[in-house]
């Protein structure tokens, strides 16, 4: 329940940079056939989102993601911690869910 719970607000927050609906028309009845509005139309043709960043399906956004990782490089004895660059897709991401990116690696 939980899972569902969490993918529902994902998928809410996230329909900016997937080919999600942002303002779906209103229907008369809940059983009746869903339409895309004009502006999502739009934007699936273009495969751009806003300030023209591409968009992709929900999976594909989590996989992109799954990009951003820590390493450690070992050079001998010594070893450095190390970030990965966020991209501007992963920047956005994170920003509308409310959450940062760290930028360094704490040592405390």
Not at 4 to 27: I, S
Not at 47 to 76: S, V
């Amino acid at each position: 329940m939980l899972a569902c719970y969490l993918t529902w607000h994902l998928r809410r927050a996230w329909a900016p940079l997937t080919y999600a609906g942002e303002h779906p028309p209103q229907r008369a009845s809940p059983v009746a056939p869903a339409h895309r509005s004009p502006s999502d139309d739009a934007k699936a043709a273009g495969k751009t989102g806003p300030g023209r960043q591409p968009i992709r399906g929900f999976r594909d956004l989590l996989d992109h993601l799954a990009t951003l990782t820590r390493n450690d490089l070992r050079y001998g004895q010594a070893t450095i911690p190390a970030l990965a660059e966020p991209t501007p897709t992963q920047r956005r991401a994170f920003d509308l869910i409310g959450a940062g990116i760290p930028i360094t690696l704490s040592t405390t």
